[in-house]
């Protein structure tokens, strides 16, 4: 069975400071995918970043990148240059992309971030 | 906006009702997913559907009940509430099965009084 494991409830970071959100996963699958989803207090998700278990780099798309780390099946997601805008919720995802009729999205139980400025 | 719609946004109701959730997904997305966030919880997997057919189930209470139907919509049927049940629901759509994002509605926001 897949897990996701996120071991910070809260954290409070001074604005423009970079910021570690951590992410843990277990599966025996071979191929899945990892997400990273925002959820302001506003309720909806908002997709941040997709990491595949093959992609050889780690994703980035703007501010977030991922520090993937496939031996460790730690799948960080790091901030640059917080903002006030980056308060929110944080779930790390991960999908399993090896069996059929499997392919829900399994969510940690989040970080709730707060941007101090 | 991720193209997946919602209704309706915010619900109210009693112990012991029934209530529906629908859901648009996006446009050509066969598979739609149904999610329930309690308050301060995480997401907890509830059903998924591919093109009309049931195809996984996760938590979801013999009270609760989906479908999905020719036109793609899904439906989240509630019946016999109870104070637990209120809940943030997500429906998700994605256009594949195997690969990419699960694009995120709204979310109806269910409280039982």
């Known amino acids: 069975a897949q897990k996701i494991t996120q071991t910070q409830p809260g954290m409070f970071v001074q604005e423009k400071e970079a910021v570690t959100l951590d992410c843990t996963y277990d599966?025996?699958?071979?191929?899945?995918?990892l997400f990273w989803y925002k959820q302001p207090s506003s309720g909806e998700m908002i997709f941040l970043i997709y990491?595949?278990?093959?992609?050889?780099q780690n994703a980035t798309e703007g501010r977030y990148s991922l520090n993937f780390q496939k031996a460790r099946k730690s799948a960080n997601l790091v901030i640059s240059a917080s903002q006030l805008g980056d308060s929110a919720m944080y779930f790390c995802?991960?999908?399993?992309?090896?069996?059929?009729?499997?392919?829900?999205?399994?969510f940690g139980t989040g970080t709730r971030l707060t941007i101090i400025p | 906006d991720s193209g997946v719609t919602q209704t309706p946004k915010h619900l109210i109701t009693a112990t012991g009702q029934r209530v529906t959730l629908r859901c648009s997904p996006r446009s050509g997305d066969l598979s739609v997913y149904w999610y329930q966030q309690s308050l301060d919880q995480g997401l907890q997997f509830l059903i998924q559907y591919y093109n009309g057919e049931e195809r996984a189930k996760g938590n979801i209470l013999e009270r609760f009940s989906a479908q999905q139907f020719p036109d793609l919509h899904s439906e989240l049927n509630l019946s016999s509430l109870e104070l637990g049940d209120s809940a943030l629901y997500f429906c998700?759509?994605?256009?594949?099965?195997?690969?990419?994002?699960?694009?995120f509605g709204e979310g109806s926001r269910l409280t039982v009084l």
């Open positions: 998700a759509s994605t256009p594949t099965e195997l690969t990419g994002e699960l694009f």
């Open positions: 599966t025996s699958d071979p191929s899945y995918g």
């Open positions: 990491q595949g278990s093959y992609d050889q």
């Open positions: 995802a991960m999908r399993d992309l090896t069996n059929f009729g499997n392919e829900k999205l399994t």
